[in-house]
């Protein structure tokens, strides 16, 4: 029987309850194939993978998503659009969701002191450590943290229209459809009116989990929100786009490598 992940996860936890304070439902539940497991030593035989038991003829095809190769692909992408980018001196940018300032940081050092970029975040500890950055720069480089207070606001009122390059938003925001089409397509729609006619709008999602939209789904939602050229950037090919990560009964967890999107206010291709 093929279970979702839903499916899978409710069983777990209601086994592992069951463990709790019984030895013999601890025989009959736990460690078996689909308990929860925190090391190999919960699982009676098989493994224990993601948090799982697996049976020994279900250990994954692979340990990809823990691995150095994993950790080298990721990095691979993040320099792939930043070359994509093409910032030069002076240029105007917003990192949205910018997280540890990693991306922030190499635009800071590509656009130089004539340049600007906005960091925005909606976890109050990345932008104090995005403050952090700002203050050590110092009059070497131009950094406004944003602190954003809500999922669905940019932050970028203060932020003059059609005045701003690139806008990246790298592993940051996911569509998820949670908060409906109408406010994603307002939340693209704010982004675009920042951006100058020719400047571009960068989205990456690395790996994408089943409920949030792809490829397809997000240039349609871009093109909704009125960018007026949307293309996808090739990924190396030599980044697996699906990995088969865990099997449990007759369920496949298969990782999905997300995205690279580039999309611009006006219709054509510079
Ligand atoms: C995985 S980190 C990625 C950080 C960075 N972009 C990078 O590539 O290293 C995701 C960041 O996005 C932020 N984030 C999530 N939703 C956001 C939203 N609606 N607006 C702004 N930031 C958001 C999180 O707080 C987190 O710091």
């Not at 007759?250 to 054509?268: D, E, I, N, Y």
Request: charged content about 20%; some cysteine; aromatic content about 6%.
């Amino acid at each position: 029987m093929a279970l979702t992940r839903k499916q899978l996860r409710a069983v777990a936890v209601a086994a592992s309850l069951v463990c709790v304070g019984s030895l013999t439902a601890w025989w009959l539940h736990c460690g078996r194939t689909g308990a929860l497991c925190g090391d190999p030593s919960d699982c009676r035989a098989g493994a224990c993978v993601y948090g799982v038991c697996v049976a020994p003829e279900d250990t994954p095809a692979n340990d990809y998503l823990y691995s150095a190769r994993w950790h080298d692909d990721s990095a691979r992408m993040r320099r792939l659009i930043l070359r994509g980018l093409r910032l030069r001196s002076g240029m105007r940018v917003a990192d949205i969701g910018a997280g540890q300032g990693v991306v922030t940081q190499a635009a800071l050092d590509r656009v130089g002191p004539s340049g600007h970029v906005y960091a925005t975040d909606i976890d109050p500890r990345a932008v104090a450590g995005l403050r952090a950055l700002a203050q050590r720069c110092g009059a070497t480089c131009k950094l406004t943290p944003v602190a954003v207070h809500a999922p669905r606001d940019t932050g970028l009122g203060d932020v003059p229209d059609g005045s701003l390059d690139r806008v990246c938003m790298i592993n940051s925001l996911s569509f998820q459809r949670i908060f409906g089409r109408a406010a994603d397509r307002t939340y693209l729609a704010t982004l675009r009116a920042k951006l100058k006619p020719e400047g571009e709008l960068w989205v990456h999602v690395d790996v994408l989990e089943p409920w949030e939209r792809g490829a397809a789904s997000m240039a349609a939602l871009l093109r909704e929100a009125g960018y007026g050229y949307v293309a996808q950037v090739p990924m190396p090919a030599d980044i697996p786009a699906a990995v088969p990560v865990i099997r449990v009964g007759g369920w496949q967890g298969t990782l999905r490598r997300g995205f690279v999107l580039v999309a611009r206010p006006s219709a054509g291709r510079s």
